[in-house]
Protein backbone atom coordinates (compact mmCIF):
# COMPACT_ATOMS: atom_id res chain seq x y z
CA UNK A 1 0.00 0.00 0.00
CA UNK A 2 1.13 3.07 -0.90
CA UNK A 3 2.63 5.88 1.58
CA UNK A 4 0.41 8.43 0.53
CA UNK A 5 -2.54 6.00 1.32
CA UNK A 6 -1.27 4.68 4.88
CA UNK A 7 -1.28 8.23 5.86
CA UNK A 8 -4.59 9.23 5.50
CA UNK A 9 -5.75 6.57 6.88
CA UNK A 10 -3.48 7.44 10.31
CA UNK A 11 -4.49 10.92 10.05
CA UNK A 12 -7.99 10.15 9.21
CA UNK A 13 -8.96 11.95 6.94
CA UNK A 14 -10.48 10.82 3.22
CA UNK A 15 -7.22 9.91 0.67
CA UNK A 16 -8.29 12.28 -1.90
CA UNK A 17 -7.92 15.30 0.57
CA UNK A 18 -4.61 13.67 1.90
CA UNK A 19 -3.19 13.26 -1.73
CA UNK A 20 -3.91 16.63 -2.56
CA UNK A 21 -2.04 17.85 1.11
CA UNK A 22 0.86 16.21 0.08
CA UNK A 23 1.19 16.00 -3.43
CA UNK A 24 0.79 19.93 -3.87
CA UNK A 25 4.32 20.48 -2.47
CA UNK A 26 6.06 18.15 -4.67
CA UNK A 27 4.34 19.01 -7.91
CA UNK A 28 5.78 22.96 -6.86
CA UNK A 29 9.41 21.43 -6.13
CA UNK A 30 8.98 19.84 -9.91
CA UNK A 31 7.68 23.06 -11.36
CA UNK A 32 10.58 24.99 -9.72
CA UNK A 33 13.05 22.52 -10.72
CA UNK A 34 12.23 22.77 -14.19
CA UNK A 35 12.41 26.46 -14.55
CA UNK A 36 15.10 28.74 -13.94
CA UNK A 37 14.64 32.02 -11.98
CA UNK A 38 16.95 34.95 -10.79
CA UNK A 39 18.83 34.05 -7.88
CA UNK A 40 17.27 37.69 -6.43
CA UNK A 41 13.68 36.19 -7.14
CA UNK A 42 13.59 33.08 -4.78
CA UNK A 43 14.77 32.38 -1.55
CA UNK A 44 18.58 31.09 -0.45
CA UNK A 45 17.11 27.98 0.98
CA UNK A 46 15.76 25.21 -1.14
CA UNK A 47 11.78 24.60 -0.67
CA UNK A 48 11.78 21.05 1.45
CA UNK A 49 15.10 21.80 3.12
CA UNK A 50 13.58 24.56 6.22
CA UNK A 51 15.50 22.17 8.70
CA UNK A 52 18.37 22.95 7.34
CA UNK A 53 20.58 25.89 6.80
CA UNK A 54 22.27 26.80 3.99
CA UNK A 55 25.82 27.58 3.79
CA UNK A 56 25.43 30.15 0.64
CA UNK A 57 24.61 33.99 2.05
CA UNK A 58 21.15 35.61 0.36
CA UNK A 59 22.17 37.78 -2.80
CA UNK A 60 21.11 41.61 -1.64
CA UNK A 61 18.14 42.65 -3.97
CA UNK A 62 18.74 45.78 -5.56
CA UNK A 63 16.35 48.15 -6.56
CA UNK A 64 17.01 50.78 -9.59
CA UNK A 65 15.03 53.80 -8.57
CA UNK A 66 15.85 55.36 -11.82
CA UNK A 67 14.25 52.44 -13.33
CA UNK A 68 11.08 52.41 -11.41
CA UNK A 69 10.70 56.41 -11.39
CA UNK A 70 10.43 58.48 -14.55
CA UNK A 71 12.84 61.46 -15.09
CA UNK A 72 10.81 64.54 -14.22
CA UNK A 73 12.34 67.33 -16.71
CA UNK A 74 13.48 70.82 -14.84
CA UNK A 75 10.73 73.04 -16.27
CA UNK A 76 11.80 76.95 -15.78
CA UNK A 77 8.94 79.97 -15.55
CA UNK A 78 8.25 81.29 -19.11
CA UNK A 79 8.38 85.03 -19.42
CA UNK A 80 4.51 86.83 -20.04
CA UNK A 81 5.69 88.84 -23.18
CA UNK A 82 6.77 87.74 -26.15
CA UNK A 83 9.74 90.56 -25.98
CA UNK A 84 11.45 88.60 -22.70
CA UNK A 85 11.45 84.73 -24.37
CA UNK A 86 15.28 83.20 -24.21
CA UNK A 87 16.97 82.75 -27.28
CA UNK A 88 17.17 85.92 -28.93
CA UNK A 89 18.81 89.12 -27.96
CA UNK A 90 19.30 89.75 -24.23
CA UNK A 91 17.67 92.85 -23.59
CA UNK A 92 19.18 96.41 -22.30
CA UNK A 93 18.02 99.42 -21.01
CA UNK A 94 17.15 101.03 -24.15
CA UNK A 95 15.36 97.91 -25.28
CA UNK A 96 13.54 98.09 -22.31
CA UNK A 97 12.60 102.11 -22.00
CA UNK A 98 10.85 101.53 -25.75
CA UNK A 99 8.27 98.86 -24.68
CA UNK A 100 4.71 99.84 -25.27
CA UNK A 101 3.68 101.00 -21.30
CA UNK A 102 0.41 103.03 -21.74
CA UNK A 103 1.55 105.16 -18.59
CA UNK A 104 -1.41 106.86 -17.41
CA UNK A 105 -3.83 104.95 -19.57
CA UNK A 106 -7.28 104.70 -18.05
CA UNK A 107 -10.42 102.70 -18.45
CA UNK A 108 -13.21 104.37 -17.86
CA UNK A 109 -15.97 102.87 -15.51
CA UNK A 110 -19.32 102.06 -17.53
CA UNK A 111 -22.03 100.89 -15.42
CA UNK A 112 -22.53 100.37 -11.55
CA UNK A 113 -19.98 96.62 -11.50
CA UNK A 114 -17.11 99.06 -12.97
CA UNK A 115 -17.71 101.84 -10.66
CA UNK A 116 -17.68 99.52 -7.44
CA UNK A 117 -14.80 98.02 -8.64
CA UNK A 118 -13.20 101.27 -9.30
CA UNK A 119 -14.12 102.68 -5.90
CA UNK A 120 -12.90 99.34 -4.21
CA UNK A 121 -9.34 99.63 -5.67
CA UNK A 122 -9.33 103.16 -4.20
CA UNK A 123 -10.17 102.68 -1.14
CA UNK A 124 -7.55 99.86 -0.84
CA UNK A 125 -4.51 102.30 -2.10
CA UNK A 126 -5.04 104.04 1.49
CA UNK A 127 -3.87 101.76 4.05
CA UNK A 128 -0.98 100.90 1.47
CA UNK A 129 0.07 104.33 1.14
CA UNK A 130 -0.05 104.88 4.90
CA UNK A 131 1.33 102.03 5.54
CA UNK A 132 4.78 102.12 3.13
CA UNK A 133 4.83 105.95 3.00
CA UNK A 134 6.91 105.83 -0.15
CA UNK A 135 8.54 102.45 0.28
CA UNK A 136 7.95 101.13 -3.16
CA UNK A 137 10.22 98.10 -2.88
CA UNK A 138 8.64 96.94 0.37
CA UNK A 139 5.54 98.15 -1.15
CA UNK A 140 6.28 95.57 -3.97
CA UNK A 141 7.23 92.75 -1.86
CA UNK A 142 3.40 92.88 -0.43
CA UNK A 143 1.62 93.31 -3.17
CA UNK A 144 2.78 90.94 -5.35
CA UNK A 145 1.83 88.02 -3.10
CA UNK A 146 -1.30 89.38 -3.19
CA UNK A 147 -1.36 89.94 -7.43
CA UNK A 148 -0.71 86.31 -7.75
CA UNK A 149 -3.49 85.25 -6.16
CA UNK A 150 -6.53 87.00 -8.86
CA UNK A 151 -5.24 84.55 -11.69
CA UNK A 152 -5.51 81.10 -9.52
CA UNK A 153 -8.58 81.88 -8.58
CA UNK A 154 -9.76 82.48 -11.74
CA UNK A 155 -8.47 79.63 -13.47
CA UNK A 156 -9.03 77.17 -10.77
CA UNK A 157 -12.97 78.47 -11.06
CA UNK A 158 -12.80 78.14 -15.30
CA UNK A 159 -10.96 74.20 -14.66
CA UNK A 160 -13.83 73.17 -12.44
CA UNK A 161 -16.81 74.75 -14.93
CA UNK A 162 -14.54 73.23 -18.02
CA UNK A 163 -14.75 70.15 -16.52
CA UNK A 164 -18.37 70.39 -14.87
CA UNK A 165 -19.60 71.71 -18.29
CA UNK A 166 -17.14 68.88 -20.24
CA UNK A 167 -16.88 71.86 -22.97
CA UNK A 168 -13.27 74.18 -24.11
CA UNK A 169 -12.45 76.98 -21.84
CA UNK A 170 -12.22 79.27 -24.72
CA UNK A 171 -8.41 79.98 -23.98
CA UNK A 172 -8.92 81.36 -20.57
CA UNK A 173 -7.58 78.84 -18.09
CA UNK A 174 -4.03 78.88 -19.44
CA UNK A 175 -3.20 82.42 -19.61
CA UNK A 176 -5.06 82.90 -16.33
CA UNK A 177 -2.54 80.25 -15.07
CA UNK A 178 0.31 81.86 -17.02
CA UNK A 179 -0.65 85.29 -15.29
CA UNK A 180 -0.66 83.83 -11.81
CA UNK A 181 2.97 82.20 -12.24
CA UNK A 182 4.12 85.36 -13.81
CA UNK A 183 3.00 87.28 -10.56
CA UNK A 184 4.41 84.82 -8.01
CA UNK A 185 8.19 85.43 -10.41
CA UNK A 186 7.95 89.07 -9.42
CA UNK A 187 7.81 88.57 -6.00
CA UNK A 188 10.78 86.01 -6.16
CA UNK A 189 12.66 88.98 -7.72
CA UNK A 190 11.88 91.85 -5.31
CA UNK A 191 12.53 89.18 -2.33
CA UNK A 192 16.43 88.65 -3.59
CA UNK A 193 16.46 92.92 -3.39
CA UNK A 194 14.68 92.78 -0.12
CA UNK A 195 14.22 90.68 3.03
CA UNK A 196 10.71 91.14 4.47
CA UNK A 197 10.52 91.98 8.12
CA UNK A 198 8.23 89.88 10.44
CA UNK A 199 5.73 92.50 9.96
CA UNK A 200 5.38 92.62 6.34
CA UNK A 201 5.23 88.33 6.58
CA UNK A 202 3.01 88.71 8.92
CA UNK A 203 0.84 91.41 7.07
CA UNK A 204 1.46 89.22 3.85
CA UNK A 205 -0.54 86.37 5.75
CA UNK A 206 -3.83 88.16 6.97
CA UNK A 207 -3.92 90.16 3.56
CA UNK A 208 -3.78 86.58 1.30
CA UNK A 209 -5.75 84.97 3.57
CA UNK A 210 -8.85 87.15 3.45
CA UNK A 211 -8.31 88.39 -0.15
CA UNK A 212 -8.16 85.25 -1.61
CA UNK A 213 -11.43 83.78 0.19
CA UNK A 214 -13.11 87.67 -1.03
CA UNK A 215 -11.72 86.93 -4.61
CA UNK A 216 -13.10 83.82 -4.64
CA UNK A 217 -16.76 84.55 -3.71
CA UNK A 218 -16.54 87.59 -6.31
CA UNK A 219 -15.33 86.03 -9.15
CA UNK A 220 -18.18 83.08 -8.12
CA UNK A 221 -20.85 85.48 -8.80
CA UNK A 222 -19.54 88.55 -10.69
CA UNK A 223 -16.26 87.31 -12.88
CA UNK A 224 -16.99 90.63 -15.11
CA UNK A 225 -16.61 92.69 -11.87
CA UNK A 226 -13.62 90.69 -11.06
CA UNK A 227 -11.97 91.39 -14.19
CA UNK A 228 -12.61 95.37 -13.82
CA UNK A 229 -11.08 94.88 -10.57
CA UNK A 230 -7.77 93.77 -11.19
CA UNK A 231 -8.23 95.90 -14.52
CA UNK A 232 -7.99 98.95 -12.10
CA UNK A 233 -5.63 97.31 -9.49
CA UNK A 234 -3.29 96.59 -12.32
CA UNK A 235 -3.23 100.45 -13.70
CA UNK A 236 -2.45 101.06 -9.89
CA UNK A 237 0.67 98.93 -10.03
CA UNK A 238 1.75 100.88 -13.36
CA UNK A 239 1.46 104.03 -11.40
CA UNK A 240 3.69 102.47 -8.41
CA UNK A 241 6.34 101.12 -10.25
CA UNK A 242 6.76 104.36 -12.36
CA UNK A 243 7.28 106.29 -9.11
CA UNK A 244 9.95 103.58 -8.38
CA UNK A 245 11.57 104.45 -11.31
CA UNK A 246 10.97 107.70 -10.29
CA UNK A 247 13.01 107.46 -6.88
CA UNK A 248 15.64 105.43 -8.43
CA UNK A 249 16.78 108.52 -11.00
CA UNK A 250 16.33 110.90 -8.28
CA UNK A 251 19.03 108.56 -6.22
CA UNK A 252 16.53 107.92 -3.41
CA UNK A 253 16.85 103.94 -4.24
CA UNK A 254 20.33 102.53 -4.88
CA UNK A 255 20.09 101.09 -8.13
CA UNK A 256 22.13 98.24 -7.26
CA UNK A 257 22.65 95.09 -9.88
CA UNK A 258 19.60 93.02 -10.90
CA UNK A 259 19.06 89.95 -9.27
CA UNK A 260 20.38 86.87 -11.63
CA UNK A 261 16.85 85.16 -11.42
CA UNK A 262 15.61 88.52 -12.90
CA UNK A 263 18.14 88.29 -15.22
CA UNK A 264 17.27 84.81 -16.06
CA UNK A 265 13.90 85.08 -16.37
CA UNK A 266 13.49 88.54 -18.41
CA UNK A 267 16.47 87.80 -20.71
CA UNK A 268 18.66 90.58 -19.90
CA UNK A 269 21.71 91.50 -19.96
CA UNK A 270 24.23 90.24 -17.19
CA UNK A 271 24.72 94.29 -16.93
CA UNK A 272 21.42 94.77 -16.04
CA UNK A 273 20.37 97.09 -12.55
CA UNK A 274 17.44 97.40 -10.48
CA UNK A 275 16.11 99.75 -12.81
CA UNK A 276 16.01 97.36 -16.06
CA UNK A 277 14.32 95.37 -13.59
CA UNK A 278 11.64 97.66 -12.78
CA UNK A 279 11.20 98.52 -16.33
CA UNK A 280 10.49 94.84 -17.35
CA UNK A 281 7.87 94.27 -14.27
CA UNK A 282 5.79 97.08 -15.19
CA UNK A 283 5.57 96.17 -18.96
CA UNK A 284 3.83 92.88 -17.41
CA UNK A 285 1.68 95.07 -15.16
CA UNK A 286 0.78 97.31 -18.38
CA UNK A 287 -0.26 93.74 -20.23
CA UNK A 288 -2.10 92.33 -17.04
CA UNK A 289 -3.87 96.34 -17.26
CA UNK A 290 -5.12 95.47 -20.61
CA UNK A 291 -5.83 91.55 -20.62
CA UNK A 292 -7.93 91.86 -17.90
CA UNK A 293 -9.77 94.88 -18.97
CA UNK A 294 -10.51 93.27 -22.42
CA UNK A 295 -11.48 90.21 -20.52
CA UNK A 296 -14.32 91.89 -18.44
CA UNK A 297 -15.24 93.50 -22.10
CA UNK A 298 -15.85 90.18 -22.79
CA UNK A 299 -17.98 88.37 -20.39
CA UNK A 300 -20.00 91.64 -21.12
CA UNK A 301 -20.52 90.86 -24.81
CA UNK A 302 -21.11 87.65 -23.77
CA UNK A 303 -18.37 86.99 -26.02
CA UNK A 304 -15.88 84.44 -24.25
CA UNK A 305 -14.50 82.56 -26.68
CA UNK A 306 -11.01 83.58 -26.96
CA UNK A 307 -11.08 82.31 -30.29
CA UNK A 308 -13.61 84.80 -31.92
CA UNK A 309 -12.38 87.38 -33.10
CA UNK A 310 -14.08 90.69 -30.47
CA UNK A 311 -13.92 94.86 -30.87
CA UNK A 312 -13.77 96.18 -28.09
CA UNK A 313 -16.90 98.00 -27.38
CA UNK A 314 -15.38 101.10 -25.47
CA UNK A 315 -11.66 101.92 -26.13
CA UNK A 316 -10.38 102.37 -29.31
CA UNK A 317 -6.86 100.71 -29.33
CA UNK A 318 -6.86 97.47 -30.57
CA UNK A 319 -7.29 94.38 -27.88
CA UNK A 320 -4.31 93.47 -25.68
CA UNK A 321 -1.97 90.73 -27.60
CA UNK A 322 -2.50 87.48 -25.09
CA UNK A 323 0.25 85.77 -24.70
CA UNK A 324 0.44 81.70 -23.99
CA UNK A 325 3.23 79.80 -21.82
CA UNK A 326 4.39 78.58 -25.41
CA UNK A 327 4.47 82.05 -27.08
CA UNK A 328 1.64 80.97 -29.11
CA UNK A 329 -2.03 82.54 -28.56
CA UNK A 330 -3.68 79.93 -25.60
CA UNK A 331 -7.20 80.15 -27.42
CA UNK A 332 -5.88 77.81 -30.24
CA UNK A 333 -4.46 75.50 -27.67
Do not use: C
Not at 122 to 134: E, Y
Not at 220 to 233: D, E, K, N, Q, T
Not at 245 to 263: E, F, R
Amino acid sequence: MSRIVIASRILGAPSARATSILIRPAAAAIFLAHHSYPSASLPSRSFFSASKKSDAKPEPVVHHLKDAVPTLEEVHPEPMLPEFMPGQKRLNTQDLEKLPIGIGKHRKPEGLGDYLAFVLVKFLRVPMDLFFAGQYLHRAVTLETVAAVPGMVAGTLRHLTSLRMMRHDGGWISHLLHEAENERMHLLIWVRALKPTLIERMFVAAAQGIFYNAYFVLYLFFPRIAHRFVGYLEEEAVRSYTHMLAQIDNGKLPNVAAPQIAIDYYNLSQQATLRDVVLAVRADEANHRDVNHHFSDRILSKNEDLRVHHTPRIESSKPPEIIGKSGSSPSLQ
